[in-house]
Nanobody
């Protein structure tokens, strides 16, 4: 019913920048929480950055000052601007969103995931 499509992943050298974007489409009424997770091989998936419908942001300590999360409510998108990238930022990044959708005759809130996009940072 709802799909999250990610873009912007790729390979960069340490110190470089990338911007990830995630667009939600479908029977969307509103989007509450939106966030970016990442998972490196052998590691658990961690929440990197999040933003609420009110614009409140939160970041994992390791990316504070380097990453910026933002959202465009009109376009149902969330972005993650990543700068001063480090090799330890290498991971698959996943978009996540809690979305209020229309299901039959009711409005319900559900959690959705993007397909993941690879970010590789080389020394």
């Amino acid at each position: 019913q709802v799909q999250l499509v990610e873009s912007g992943g790729g390979s960069v050298q340490a110190g470089g920048s990338l911007k990830l974007s995630c667009a939600a489409s479908g029977s969307i009424v509103s989007i509450n929480f939106m966030g970016w997770y990442r998972q490196a091989p052998g590691n658990q998936r961690e929440l990197v950055a999040s933003i609420t419908s009110g614009g409140t942001t939160n970041y994992v300590d390791s990316v504070k000052g380097r990453f910026t999360i933002s959202r465009d409510n009109a376009k149902n998108t969330v972005s993650l601007q990543m700068s001063s990238l480090k090799p330890e930022d290498t991971a698959i990044y996943y978009c996540n969103a809690n979305i209020v959708v229309t299901d039959r005759f009711a409005r319900v809130r559900r959690n959705y995931w993007g397909q993941g996009t690879q970010v590789t940072v080389s020394s």
